[in-house]
T-cell receptor
Framework: AQSVAQPEDQVNVAEGNPLTVKCTYSVSGNPYLFWYVQYPNRGLQFLLKYITGDNLVKGSYGFEAEFNKSQTSFHLKKPSALVSDSALYFC?????????????FGTGTQLKVEL | DAGITQSPRHKVTETGTPVTLRCHQTENHRYMYWYRQDPGHGLRLIHYSYGVKDTDKGEVSDGYSVSRSKTEDFLLTLESATSSQTSVYFCATVMGTDSYEQYFGPGTRLTVT
């Protein structure tokens, strides 16, 4: 079965510094990978996805993610963090079997950007 | 914006009572999903639907049932609520036939006392 690991429960970074939120995955076949963000008391918002093609994927709000097949990783990055980026971030992988376009989510990483 | 609404947004109920949560979408999407979100677990799939009257179980389906009699509505029922079902419930859908990413509703916070 497919799975996603987010090894850090929380990441702290100073505003203006680059940020990285880590994600590793396990899935049979070609991975379809996603990042979502959740602000307090809100639903999840889609940030970006990797299906195929360039290993560096660009998404919303200046975020990007780097797909690394040999390391089975899909880390979320931003060159310069903002206080407003503080939120809960989820990585997800599509279930390649059984249809239904199902996703398996990681446990989430809380990002805190401080002045 | 996937045009998803959820109702109610907040509910407090007692153990043993039945509860139904509603997910409504206005854009004729085929796939709909119910998740629960709990600290330390992320989001876990309860049930999903791939069309009217076509549903299937997810990872944590015990104690839950669903129905989809119309394209726009996907109902989640807790037949006899338990305290372990206290959670935040999210509905999601996939937009279009060539998309894979899911789009989420605002959530329902359910407390079972």
């Amino acid at each position: 079965a497919q799975s996603v690991a987010q090894p850090e429960d929380q990441v702290n970074v100073a505003e203006g510094n680059p940020l990285t939120v880590k994600c590793t995955y396990s899935v049979s076949g070609n991975p379809y990978l996603f990042w979502y963000v959740q602000y307090p008391n809100r639903g999840l918002q889609f940030l970006l996805k990797y299906i195929t093609g360039d290993n560096l994927v660009k998404g919303s709000y200046g975020f990007e993610a780097e797909f690394n097949k040999s390391q089975t990783s899909f880390h979320l990055k931003k060159p310069s963090a903002l206080v407003s980026d503080s939120a809960l971030y989820f990585c997800a992988v599509r279930d390649p079997t059984g249809g239904g376009n199902k996703l398996t989510f990681g446990t989430g990483t809380q990002l805190k950007v401080e002045l | 914006d996937a045009g998803i609404t959820q109702s109610p947004r907040h509910k407090v109920t007692e153990t043993g009572t039945p509860v139904t949560l509603r997910c409504h979408q206005t854009e004729n999407h085929r796939y709909m999903y119910w998740y629960r979100q709990d600290p330390g677990h992320g989001l876990r799939l309860i049930h999903y639907s791939y069309g009217v009257k076509d549903t299937d179980k997810g990872e944590v389906s015990d104690g839950y049932s669903v129905s989809r009699s119309k394209t726009e509505d996907f109902l989640l029922t807790l037949e006899s609520a338990t305290s372990s079902q206290t959670s935040v419930y999210f509905c999601a859908t996939v937009m279009g036939t060539d998309s894979y990413e899911q789009y989420f509703g605002p959530g329902t916070r359910l407390t079972v006392t």
